[in-house]
């Protein structure tokens, strides 16, 4: 089994930041695997906030390109995402999931599917 093992969420005051690291193990060809991190607030889907393939290629919504930075470590297989000057709306609970990418990681990180294997979730919170 695949596990994906995620941290770095907590609370924070509008305009500070917060690194969200997802690991995985037990997979084997790791470096083919997708690894993205996707919110979901109450009453809504699981949505792509940003992943980042074993290539280098990555996906980040154009409204968070200025504050928000995903990055890997092939070396340890897990990955980053920093994220600057949130905003409340940027609350929510982040899961990370991988997969072994078969097409892009743009169309990875479209919507959560429930074949991703998925970490246990991590909150953030952003209010003052």
């Known amino acids: 089994q695949v596990q994906v093992v995620e941290s770095g969420g907590g609370s924070v005051r509008p305009g500070g930041s917060l690194r969200l690291s997802c690991a995985i193990s037990?997979?084997?060809?790791?470096?083919?695997?997708?690894i993205g991190w996707f919110r979901q607030v109450p009453g809504k889907e699981r949505e792509g906030v940003s992943c980042i393939d074993g290539r280098g290629g990555t996906y980040l919504a154009d409204s968070l390109k200025d504050r928000f930075t995903v990055s890997r470590d092939n070396a340890d297989n897990t990955a980053y995402l920093q994220m600057n000057n949130l905003k409340p709306d940027d609350a929510g609970d982040y899961y990370c999931?991988?997969?072994?990418?078969?097409?892009?990681?743009?169309?990875?990180?479209?919507?959560?599917?429930?074949?991703?294997?998925w970490g246990q979730g991590t909150q953030v919170t952003v209010s003052s």
């Open positions: 999931g991988a997969v072994r990418l078969l097409t892009s990681v743009q169309n990875f990180c479209s919507t959560g599917r429930s074949y991703y294997n």
């Open positions: 037990g997979a084997a060809g790791a470096e083919n695997y997708a």
